[in-house]
């Protein structure tokens, strides 16, 4: 007689993804995200009471943007590397994934519901920031409106259709990065290891458009670098394919085609690491 | 199902010639924490497993839930290897010193873990509340688990490992930290499932509950088995036994002797019986309680 098979179950992955949304909640971590969003509102009108002046309306709307999305891309980051490894490891230390995996569930059901948890964590920061950039936008338009009626006329502010896909494609990039990271800690045995390394590795990705250049010219130099530079090239994911901010506040905004082709790069990439994951997480000792 | 699988694998775990070294410090040094163990543990017993600290018992049950893979040998479940998934169906298991999610509540908890097992939907409440009242908690259910005492910590565990009706029970010192209370409870819990036909796995280091609750007992020493067998066997002497009576003034208790004595037969010791502390204390946090009821309206 065969025991009954016990299948890969998406309800069991979102069972955990859900517990681990929830410590993150319970922990208080989104307290950090109030302090963080009252400083950048501060700081934006700060930064706007001094310079521009009125007929730089547009300008000074770019600058928010900027603001606002450096922020978003600074904080966001740096959440999801912290919060990943601390939800990852909090249940290998304190030894409840002893109880969680004695139960019949599979390793890659704790890996992908770990890493669901962590990237709502970060989405919710997301869409928070996301809002609050919207806001602050609406509002310095409104302001520059009325000191001069046509600022706008030659390009006006970003559209918020525009603002949110950069944000969405963002948050993907943050899977990336939260996967990336799950991916060190599967094998690792500290949590600051996992951190430093998924710091390390967000440097390397965003770098990432000059190794593709060197690999442009690589085939001038000898053949065994040209192969290193072409194999880094693909390990690591490209971060800067998700920067279309720069298009977001020209004629015709965000070229939709090349959107979507980032998401496509990140799910693949979120898949790839995530099957790595599992694999380095499947002989693991608890 | 499962009384088919039972009567299908009279052994509920088949441990076959396991060995399991941990690497320690750099220089690829081995600690051999199990040593060539073979043992069953036959389905619908209670087994116990003894040894001294660090002997190997919490590492051998990782095995066998497939937490650790043997270096060398192989460990099934009810016939089904442990590295598979499928072996831990019908699970359920009480680490040892465990420590759970200290941000739920402890209903929270053991409801987690029903849904993360496959309780049925509509059963969940009920269950929850059921095996949450068997471990006694059903006071602090509703208090987050990290304000939880230890002997809290281990009875919220026994729940967890309850709650989806496993038919092989694994406890590592459950009664570690328990009160004498608890533990007599637990002794209770262990027969119940027992008389359910399930199997339990027990380490303990509380050698009166084991005798009173195990049917073999397996003993290790530095990762080998040293002694295995049923406990009547093990611990039953045939060829005495002891009358208790109640106190003889010394003039019978002579007669007695020469009656004895007439027979070809010696009376061996004459001792008092004493109470057990355990029962005294059961007694009086009884007796205790009773009063405090009656004081409170
Ligand atoms: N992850 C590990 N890495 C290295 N050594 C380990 C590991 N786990 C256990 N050991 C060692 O294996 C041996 C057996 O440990 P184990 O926990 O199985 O003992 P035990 O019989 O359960 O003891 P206790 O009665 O104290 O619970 C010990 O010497 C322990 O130090
Ligand atoms: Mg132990």
Not at chain 1, 192 to 212: D, E, N, P, R, W
Not at chain 1, 235 to 241: A, E, I, M, N
Not at chain 2, 226 to 246: C, H, M, T
């Amino acid at each position: 007689m065969s025991a009954e098979r016990v299948p890969f179950s998406c309800g069991r992955t979102s069972l955990i993804a859900g517990n681990t949304f929830l410590e993150a909640v319970r922990q208080r971590l989104f307290l950090f995200l109030v302090l963080l969003a009252v400083a950048l509102v501060t700081g934006a009108r700060f930064f706007q009471s001094f310079d521009f002046g009125p007929d730089l309306g547009v300008a000074s709307l770019k600058f928010t943007f900027d603001f606002g999305l450096g922020a978003l891309v600074f904080f966001g980051s740096t959440l999801t590397i912290t919060a990943t490894a601390q939800l990852f490891f909090s249940e290998i230390e304190n030894r409840t994934a002893l109880t969680l995996l004695a139960k019949p569930v599979w390793r890659a059901e704790f890996i992908f519901g770990k890493f669901l948890g962590a990237w709502a964590v970060v989405g919710v920061f997301c869409a928070l920031l996301t809002g609050l950039l919207a806001g602050l936008l609406w509002f310095r338009a409104r302001e520059v409106l009325a000191a001069n009626p046509e600022a706008f006329l030659h390009g006006g502010p970003v559209a918020p259709g525009d603002l949110v896909i950069v944000c969405v494609l963002q948050w993907l990039k943050f899977g990336v990065l939260a996967m990336i990271t799950l991916l060190v800690a599967s094998f690792s045995n500290t949590n600051l290891f996992s951190v430093v390394m998924g710091f390390f590795v967000l440097v390397i990705c965003h770098l990432q458009s000059f190794a593709h250049q060197a690999y442009a010219h690589a085939e001038e130099s000898s053949v065994a670098i040209g192969l290193m530079i072409k194999t880094l090239a693909r390990v690591f994911p490209d971060f800067r394919l998700f920067d279309l901010a720069e298009q977001a506040g020209h004629e015709g905004g965000v070229n939709a085609a090349l959107a979507l082709r980032a998401a496509a790069y990140a799910l693949t990439y979120v898949f790839v690491f995530g099957f790595l994951a599992v694999y380095s997480f499947r002989r693991r000792e608890i | 199902m499962s009384a088919a699988a039972d009567s299908a694998h009279p052994s509920a775990i088949e441990l076959r010639g396991v060995t399991k070294d941990f690497p320690v410090g750099l220089r690829g040094l081995k600690l051999r924490a199990v040593d060539n163990l073979t043992l069953n543990v036959p389905a619908g017993q209670v087994f116990g497993l003894l040894g001294p600290n660090g002997s190997g018992k919490s590492t051998t049950i990782k095995i066998v839930l497939g937490l650790l893979e043997p270096t060398v040998g192989e460990c099934r479940v009810v016939g089904v290897p442990s590295a598979q998934v499928e072996s831990r169906r019908n699970v359920g298991y009480l680490p040892e010193a465990p420590y759970f999610y200290r941000y739920l509540s402890g209903a929270e908890l053991v409801r987690f873990y029903a849904r993360v097992c496959g309780v049925p939907r509509g059963r969940f409440d009920a269950r929850v509340r059921e095996v949450l009242d068997w471990v006694g908690l059903t006071g602090a259910a509703d208090r987050r688990v990290g304000t939880y005492s230890k002997g809290m910590l281990q009875r919220v565990g026994l729940a967890q490992a309850l709650v989806h009706d496993p038919r092989l029970v694994i406890l590592d010192e459950p009664t570690a930290g328990v009160d004498p209370a608890g533990s007599a409870d637990i002794s209770q819990m262990i027969l119940r499932l027992k008389s359910e036909g399930r199997t339990v796995l027990i380490t303990s280091h509380l050698l009166a509950q084991i005798e009173d609750v195990c049917d073999r007992i397996a003993i290790l020493d530095r990762g080998r088995l040293i002694l295995e067998g049923a406990v009547a066997e093990l611990v039953g002497r045939r060829d005495r036994q002891a009358l208790i009576v109640e106190a003889l003034p010394p003039g019978e208790l002579a007669e007695l002797r020469t009656w004895l004595a007439a027979r070809g037969r010696v009376l061996e010791s004459v001792e008092q019986p004493r109470a057990r502390l355990d029962e005294i204390f059961l007694r009086e946090v009884a007796r205790a309680e009773g009063v405090n009821r009656e004081a409170r309206p």
